[in-house]
């Protein structure tokens, strides 16, 4: 059936969106611009920008138009989300080895694409028999200046990219960067995408990220640097880490005393300093603990067996829960117990955070990116 449509040239009345015509002013809002508006589905819009190539399947990097039709959509029950779990968000892997990425993902019939080359944004997205999206997904890394880098990271730059192309098992795919990297902080992104490449389509303007992205550092020993710079509300973990979003309590049978940006409670002889908002507990053994809102160290050692725990605000009570989205798309204020970040300082990147020269402009091979920076050219995957 659908080759048989694709081989019509006229427009069938039955599938003109008569809502096209509309430009959306008849309700006017501030900063709201008018659509544009067709009475024949855009069929020939590509004719008003005659500067610009037709797309035909392919990648063209001066620019082009497409006229496929986005095509069909899902449900908000079928939109896709994606979670990576290794490396973790300010997690940290050895340098120069090799290691793999996993990425959970749902709602989404992975397996699904076709020739980068010939096919790129030919055909319109498709749904399975389950109302999901059939597709696949990428990988990139990008290396940045520091993990609390605020200038703008630049597309064309990068040093590894992967199309995860086989169909996902047990709900994960996973890519392996096979000659790892150099020491430096790094940002992971996933791109999930239709069969032909286009980013998934979502049925409402007002949805989570269908995407995910974590922060991560590469060191020469594998653990996250001590001094590692975060932002105000970000969060420390490695692995050593015990405590995230827990209830914290302070007890001591000897004299114990802990610092923190704001307030202090702590138990048994030893001394935890937590940078901006944070929920710690130790053993009081001198362990390393991190948590959720900052990073969280213990000095000393204690002969006590109690539990020594802080909060940033010193009364013992937990951090609230996170703000919830609102219908507006805007977020509701924190809960009375909430916690919030006080430190103002920023501190520069330690060396080992530094991170490596920027990539330089990536090459398309399919879906294979290449960076002259990249330590290893296979670190650049193919379709």
């Given amino acids: 059936m659908v080759a048989l449509y694709s081989t019509v040239l006229a427009l069938d009345p039955g599938v003109i969106a008569k809502g096209f015509a509309n430009n959306g002013q008849d309700v006017p809002a501030a900063g709201q611009v008018a659509s544009l508006t067709s009475t024949n589905n855009f069929i020939n ?124 098992a047990n709900g994960q795919l996973t890519a392996d960067v096979t000659n790892g990297l150099p020491v430096g902080a790094y940002k992971l992104s996933s791109i999930n995408s239709a069969a032909n490449h286009q980013p998934v389509i979502a049925p409402v303007a007002q949805h989570g990220s269908l995407d995910d992205a974590v922060y991560f550092f590469v060191t020469a020993d594998g653990n996250p640097p001590a001094n590692a710079p975060f932002s105000n509300n970000g969060a420390a973990a490695s692995s050593a880490a015990a405590t995230s979003s827990t209830v914290v309590a302070a007890s001591a049978s000897a004299s114990a005393s802990a610092s923190l940006t704001n307030s202090v409670a702590a ?83 330690a060396a080992s955070t530094a991170s490596p020269a920027a990539g330089t402009k990536g090459t398309t091979a399919g879906e294979a990116g290449t960076s002259k920076s990249d330590p290893s050219a296979s670190n650049s995957g193919k379709n």
Avoid at 278 to 304: D, M, R
């Fill in 267 to 349: 138990s048994a002889s030893a001394t935890a300093s937590v940078k901006g908002s944070a929920a710690a507990s130790a053993t009081g053994k001198g362990a390393a603990a991190t948590a959720k809102g900052g990073a969280a160290t213990v000095k000393g050692g204690a002969a006590s067996s109690a539990v020594a725990s802080a909060s940033a605000t010193g009364k013992g009570a937990g951090a609230a829960a996170p703000p919830k989205a609102t219908a507006t798309g805007k977020d509701t204020p924190a809960g009375a117990g909430s916690t919030k970040a006080t430190a103002t300082e920023k501190s520069a990147a």
């Fill in 45 to 168: 819009f590509c004719l008003t920008v005659p500067n610009l190539p037709i797309t035909n399947g392919q990648q063209i990097q001066g620019g082009s138009c497409n006229p496929a039709p986005i095509g069909t959509i899902p449900s908000t029950d079928n939109m896709p989300s994606s979670k990576f779990s290794f490396p973790t968000n300010f997690g940290a892997v050895k340098t120069g080895t090799a290691f793999t990425i996993k990425m959970q993902i749902q709602n989404m019939q992975t397996g699904f694409f076709v020739n980068a080359n010939e096919n790129y944004f030919a055909a319109p997205q498709q749904l399975n028999a389950q109302g999901q999206i059939q597709g696949h997904s990428h990988v990139v890394i990008e290396a940045l200046s520091a993990i609390d880098q605020t200038t703008l990271t630049d597309p064309k730059k990068f040093v590894f990219f992967k199309g995860l192309n086989a169909a996902a």
